[in-house]
């Protein structure tokens, strides 16, 4: 069974700029979850998505934005690239009705310069 | 608002000693989550603890979940250098998913 996938793995974008990243959820699973892990911040919760529908924001600005397709498919926008967006972006997954783990994917780095 | 404390930050242990990480949170949670990570990769699910007094073991690690102290320990027996990785503690209050990692414990297992 494949696990989470996101694309792309390495993204290099300047200041001002847009950053789109994907993923692709677990077979079956419907919760996407999205992280951002910044050196020194740790890892901290941006987003969740159920069913097509944002079900908690972390404590993000607004130019942090995402969405969930029919698919359970994610999108992960980052508008107006700052410096300190760059990060290591993780995207997880977790089964309906059994929402005791979520499985994370490999990630993207996102370079911003 | 929910906080997640890890001690040590850093470990440092010889092969075949005994040691414990320890993961405090500071409000009431019904589910508290081990992963591990290597350095560049993703985060990988390790133990899931859902009621008081729960324990799980799985080769050299065991996990334990204290709820009315806040407490869940990682305990490591006879480590071997494969278990060098950063561990983090998460706690998910309400059943909203909105996990809060600790801080994580990077542990370096010398040969």
């Known amino acids: 069974e494949a696990g989470v996938t996101q694309s792309p793995t390495h993204l290099i974008k300047t200041r001002g700029q847009q950053a789109t990243l994907r993923c692709s959820p677990i077979?079956?699973?419907?919760?996407v979850y999205w992280y951002q892990q910044a050196l020194g911040l740790g890892l901290q919760f941006l987003l969740w998505?159920?069913?097509?529908?944002?079900?908690n924001r972390g404590n993000f600005p607004p130019r942090f934005s995402g969405r969930q397709f029919p698919n359970y498919s994610s999108e992960l926008n980052v508008n107006a690239l700052e410096l300190e967006d760059s990060a290591l972006y993780l995207c997880a997954s977790s089964h309906q009705g059994r929402r005791n783990t979520i499985y994370f994917g490999e990630g993207s780095w996102l370079t911003v310069v | 608002e929910l906080k997640v404390e890890q001690n040590p930050l850093f470990l440092s242990m010889q092969e075949g000693k005994n040691y414990t990480i320890y993961c405090n949170y500071s409000t009431t949670s019904d589910r508290l989550y081990w992963y591990r990570q290597d350095p560049g990769k993703s985060l990988e699910s390790l133990f899931v603890?859902?009621?008081?007094?729960a324990v799980k073991q799985e080769g050299r690690l065991m996990a334990s979940l204290d709820t009315k102290a806040r407490l869940s320990t990682l305990h490591i027996t006879a480590a071997v250098h494969d278990l060098s990785a950063t561990y983090f503690c998460?706690?998910?209050?309400?059943?909203?998913?909105?996990?809060?990692f600790g801080t994580g414990t990077r542990l370096k297992v010398l040969a």
């Open positions: 998505y159920d069913e097509g529908e944002e079900r």
């Open positions: 998460a706690v998910d209050t309400s059943g909203t998913y909105k996990y809060i």
């Open positions: 603890l859902l009621s008081n007094g």
């Open positions: 077979s079956g699973h419907t919760s």
